[in-house]
Every structure is written in structure tokens, then in C-alpha cells.
């Protein structure tokens, strides 16, 4: 579903005139008809996507980026992997072997309490934020030549502004959770409270994850020692 449809699906859950547009783009053109209560479904909308995003990691955002390293460096920048991504799994493609994610004071205790060495990458740790936007880490040993290495992340989505880009997650919880935070703000909608609202996004939201989750079921397993 669009950005606009998303916004204006909520307009009329709170009886509201439908926009044909809601910040004056769509594609790559500029249109008028711009409202500012639009505007202001639009940032709900998009609180609204966040919160059901971050809730799960949805089969929909999972993506694979692959990333060459450079032989005699340990620093390696995920061009494609944004700040409010999550790892779900890294390879070392070349050598067959899973990247294990060490802590800062475990790569400190290798690379400047010892002598540094080189070989085929086993872990890696994060280390800031290139200025794309995109996660910095760095690897250990030091990569002696070139390695593929591969990355399972939850790709989240940026904060939507164009009328025709469109969410990957259920639409029905975003636009029930739009409309609660739209309801919180004004004080009414002229029918549910904003409490009963948010239950009821609480609730599509809930089955909406159990669905996706049976796609998934080993993810769900939880094992103690």
C-alpha cells in the first residue's frame, strides 16, 4: 500500500477529507493539494510504520547484502545497512564459516594487547556510521586477500515522504496504530476512545505476527542451558 493510500485510509476512519497528495510529491514530480492536517497524518503514519516494524522481523524486510573485503584492511562499511537495521546472520562466503559479533573490549584484547594478524575474516564487531548512513564494522583476523562475505539484515524502511512509496508490513495494524495516535492528539474520533483504539491495533497487530511467525517457526523456539 502507498504512502498516500495509507494516509488517506486513516482521513476517513476520522471522517476527514481525503488529499490527493500529502507533502506535494509523487514520483518524481512535485503536485499541489497539500493539506497541513495531511501532513500531520502523514508523520502519525509514519510513527505508525516504526512501531509495527520494529515489533517482529518480518519475512518481508529480510534481505541478504553481500560485501567484498579488501585485502590488508579490517574496516568494511555496509553500504546498504542502515542504523535501524538487525542482524539476523553473517557469513564469510569464501571460507565457509559463520562471522561471529565480538564486543569492542574482546577486538581491543586481539588487536592491540597482541600482535595483529591476518587470514580469512572469523569475527567482526560495529565500529560507527559511515557518513551514507550506512553500518561501519571491523573484521578480524585482518582479510589477507579478498572475501565475500554475506549479511542477513531486517531492512527497515526510511521515513516515507513520496505519495507512491509503499511498506513491505501488514498495512491494517500501521493504519489502525495512525489512527489512535491521530485520535490521542485531536482528544476524539467520534466513536472508539483512543485506549479502545490502540487495543484493537494492539490486537491486528498481534495477528498479524503470529501469521508471519508460522512462516518461521524455529525462530519462535526459545532453549535454555
Known amino acids: 500500500m502507498t504512502y498516500l493510500n495509507l494516509v488517506n485510509n486513516v482521513l476517513k476512519r476520522l471522517r476527514e477529507a481525503e488529499v490527493t497528495t500529502v507533502e506535494g510529491t509523487s ?22 510504520i516504526r512501531i509495527v516494524e520494529d515489533s ?3 519475512g518481508a524486510l529480510r534481505v541478504t547484502t553481500s560485501k567484498d573485503t579488501v585485502a590488508d584492511s579490517s574496516d568494511l562499511t555496509l553500504d546498504s545497512i542502515k542504523q535501524n537495521s538487525s ?39 560495529y565500529h560507527g556510521v559511515h557518513d551514507n548512513g550506512g553500518l561501519k564494522i571491523k573484521l578480524y583476523p585482518t582479510p589477507d586477500a579478498v572475501y565475500n ?3 542477513d539484515f531486517i531492512d527497515r524502511s526510511d521515513t516515507l515522504s513520496n505519495d507512491t512509496a509503499t511498506i513491505a508490513v501488514p498495512s491494517l495494524p500501521v493504519i489502525q496504530y495512525a489512527v489512535a495516535l491521530a485520535s490521542r492528539e485531536r482528544g476524539e474520533t467520534g466513536g472508539m476512545s483512543s485506549a479502545e483504539l490502540y487495543a ?4 491486528t497487530l498481534a495477528d498479524a505476527i503470529a501469521l508471519d511467525a508460522a512462516r518461521h517457526p524455529t525462530e519462535t523456539i526459545w532453549y535454555t542451558a
Not at 27 to 48: E, H, M, P, Q, R
Not at 94 to 100: E, P
Request: no cysteine; hydrophobic share 40%; proline share 1%.
Open 27 to 48: 514520483g518524481d514530480s512535485s503536485v499541489s493539494g497539500a493539506t497541513d492536517y495531511g501532513k500531520l497524518i502523514g508523520i502519525f503514519v509514519n510513527d505508525a
Open 56 to 58: 517482529w522481523d518480518w
Open 87 to 125: 542482524k539476523l546472520d553473517a557469513v564469510n562466503d569464501t571460507s565457509n564459516v559463520r562471522l561471529k559479533n565480538v564486543s569492542k573490549q574482546w577486538f581491543n584484547d586481539k588487536t592491540l594487547l597482541s600482535d595483529v594478524i591476518t587470514g580469512s575474516p572469523e569475527y567482526f564487531m
Open 149 to 151: 562475505l554475506k549479511f
Open 200 to 203: 484493537q491495533a494492539d490486537a
